[in-house]
Structure formats: structure tokens, C-alpha cells
């Protein structure tokens, strides 16, 4: 009896020494555990005499034991303490990650400085639908079917008489139909042609300006533009007319700026002529306020459309469309 007491301490104490995890040492304390009840189920062959003695050894033995697994847990403990610490140690020395903030788009950035230089000049902003009826894209601008001026645009047909528009002009009829004057708006969007090469783009934006009250002139016209034009690029920056061709204006005129790279001399942006072709514009014709219930003898008004990635090459030097389009991170990181 004596002999298995002594023999269970030393097993134990052995294993212990070599428990090197609490999962192991959990075990062993299991076992242990387990043996030290077969031990103490020998009691029973015991005579009444020897149980007393039996049982005190019985008793050092659990005593000695426990305190051995504690002062092993402890140690155990105290190892897997420094591991994890280790394990989850941070270098406060190392650089942090780079944080790479977005940029806005440069068709985004010029579009929001005309909508800021326009609305210091008191237009609103109109933005029309670009699923457009051929009433509003065309017919309503004095664009009848048939009218050779709808070749000047290809269009996208969606159904018939419903198409993708072609010009952000026919949001000029929606805000006449609702608001009588006097208006300014200022109408910017998407726009759609079938076209498509190094300066022009299937899908591609345009700001619509639009202005009818009492006694608007082309002198307006041309007064807003050369303020605009100013502020868009450098105040040195000059404005010209050239009479041109639209079936909703009358007259119609091409805005063409001096050009920026040469200041007018004349290169290769420019074609040697000093001028830059930027938009189109002129007086709202008459059957146009009519379409509108608006008297045209009471009212006049002007009305322009540019490109917005026209305007945003020529401000940044870019000469392919499709580097607007194609989301080439090393070219729009260069607006951040
Ligand atoms: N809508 C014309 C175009 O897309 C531009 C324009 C707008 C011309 C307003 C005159 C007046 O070409």
C-alpha cells in the first residue's frame, strides 16, 4: 500500500516536470486523479488498525500533489503568458500604411467649376432625364422628322420616337413647359452619339446654358461667355462669334476662345489659326418659345452647349477622349 502511494507520488511528480502545456497538464491531472481512487479503493482489505495510518498518507499524498499541479500551472502560466506576448508583439517603429485618398474625376472637377462660376452669375441647375422622347430631343427644337438637321447627330434609338438624347438642349423645353420666365438654368448631363474617335465618344457630357427674359441680346450672350471664358481658364483669355447653323437658335453662333497654348499666335493645338472651337450657342428661335407657350415678341432669350470633356482637355493638355474613360489610375491620379 505504502509502496503504491510512493510510487503514484513519484510517476506524478516525474510526469509533471515534463507537462509542458495546461491542455497536458490537465490530463495528467485527470489521471492522476483517476489512480489516486484506485489507491484509496485498497482501504477496503485494510485492517480497522492500519486504516488510520493509511489514510493520513492518503491525505499528504492528495496535499503534496495539488500543491505540485499549482506550482506547475503557475510556471506553465507564466510561459504561455511570454509566448502570446511575443507572438502578439507590435513594432511601434514600423511606417504606417500609405492611406490613398480618391480624387474627383476631371470630367467632375470642370463640371463643378461651371456649375460654380455659372451659379455666381445666378443660373440653377436643371438636370432633364437621358431616356428622352423625340418630342424634347428634337421635334420641340425645331427639328422636325425629316429635318436635315437630325443628321448633324447620330442618335441612339431605344423604341421608337424614345431615344438616348443627343444633346442636353432638350432639357431647355422641360424647364420652358414648366417655368415661364424670366429663367436661367444651367443644365449639365450625359449625352449620347454614335461617334466615336480621338476627339468624341459614344457617351460624353454637356453643360446647357439658358436665358430668356425681356430684352436678351447676343451682347448678353457674348458678355457671359467672355466672363466665363475668363474664369475658366486665364483672365487674359478672349471670345469670338462666328455666325454657324443650329435649327433651335437663330441666330446661331460657334464660341471659339483664343487659344491658350500659343495666347493667340497661333500652333499646333490651334491649328495655326490662334482660336479654339469650345461651343455652340445663340438666340432661342422663335418657334422654339412658341413650342414653349411663350410669347416671342414679349421674350427673348439665348441659349449654349458645351462639351465638358472638350473643355476639360483643352484646360489640362489631354489630347485623346479616351483617356477620360478608360479609369487608367495613373492618369486620374494626377487631379488629386
Ligand atoms: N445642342 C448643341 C449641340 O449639341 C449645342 C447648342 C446648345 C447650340 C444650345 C446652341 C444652343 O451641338
Keep these: 500500500m505504502q509502496e503504491n502511494i510512493r510510487a503514484l507520488r513519484e510517476k506524478t511528480l516525474a510526469a509533471l516536470r515534463e507537462a509542458e502545456s495546461s491542455r497536458a497538464l490537465y490530463e495528467l491531472k485527470v489521471g492522476f486523479q483517476s489512480e489516486l481512487k484506485k489507491v484509496m479503493s485498497g482501504m477496503r482489505e485494510l485492517s480497522k488498525e492500519e486504516r ?36 502578439e508583439r507590435i513594432d511601434v517603429t514600423m ?42 430631343n428634337f421635334t420641340a427644337l425645331n427639328t422636325p422628322e425629316d429635318h436635315p438637321a437630325r443628321d448633324m447627330q447620330d442618335t441612339f434609338y431605344i423604341a421608337d420616337k424614345l431615344l438616348l438624347r443627343t444633346q442636353t438642349s432638350a432639357g431647355q423645353i422641360r424647364v420652358m413647359e414648366q417655368e415661364k420666365p424670366p429663367i436661367k438654368i444651367l443644365s449639365p448631363g450625359r449625352v449620347f452619339r ?3 474617335d480621338a476627339t468624341h465618344s459614344p457617351m460624353f457630357h454637356q453643360m446647357e446654358g439658358l436665358v430668356v427674359d425681356r430684352n436678351i441680346t447676343l451682347c448678353d450672350l457674348q458678355g457671359m461667355l467672355a466672363e466665363f471664358a475668363r474664369r475658366m481658364f486665364d483672365s487674359s483669355t478672349k471670345v469670338r462669334l462666328r455666325p454657324s447653323y443650329f435649327p433651335f437658335t437663330e441666330p446661331s453662333v460657334e464660341v471659339d476662345l483664343s487659344c491658350a497654348e500659343c495666347g493667340g499666335k497661333g500652333c499646333r493645338l490651334c491649328k495655326g489659326t490662334g482660336w479654339i472651337e469650345v461651343l455652340g450657342a445663340g438666340m432661342v428661335n422663335r418657334k422654339v418659345l412658341e413650342n414653349c407657350n411663350i410669347d416671342p415678341d414679349e421674350y427673348t432669350g439665348f441659349a449654349f452647349g458645351m462639351g465638358i470633356e472638350r473643355i476639360a482637355m483643352l484646360k489640362y493638355g489631354i489630347n485623346n477622349i479616351r483617356a477620360l474613360f478608360e479609369n487608367d489610375e495613373r492618369f486620374l491620379g494626377q487631379f488629386r
Excluded at 496535499?63 to 499541479?69: D, K, L, P, W, Y
Excluded at 490613398?100 to 470642370?110: D, F, K, M, N
Excluded at 460654380?116 to 437621358?130: N, Q, R, S
Design 52 to 87: 488510520p495510518a493509511f489514510g493520513k498518507l492518503v491525505n499528504e499524498l492528495k496535499e503534496s500533489m495539488e500543491e505540485a499541479f499549482e506550482g506547475r500551472a503557475a510556471e506553465i502560466r507564466e510561459k504561455e503568458m511570454q509566448a502570446k506576448y511575443a507572438a
Design 95 to 136: 511606417p504606417g500604411r500609405k492611406f490613398r485618398p480618391g480624387a474627383l474625376h476631371p470630367v467632375t472637377i470642370v463640371k463643378n467649376q461651371l456649375i460654380d462660376i455659372f451659379a455666381g452669375m445666378g443660373f440653377k441647375v436643371y438636370e432633364g432625364p437621358e431616356v428622352e422622347t423625340d418630342y424634347y
Design 194 to 196: 454614335s461617334d466615336d
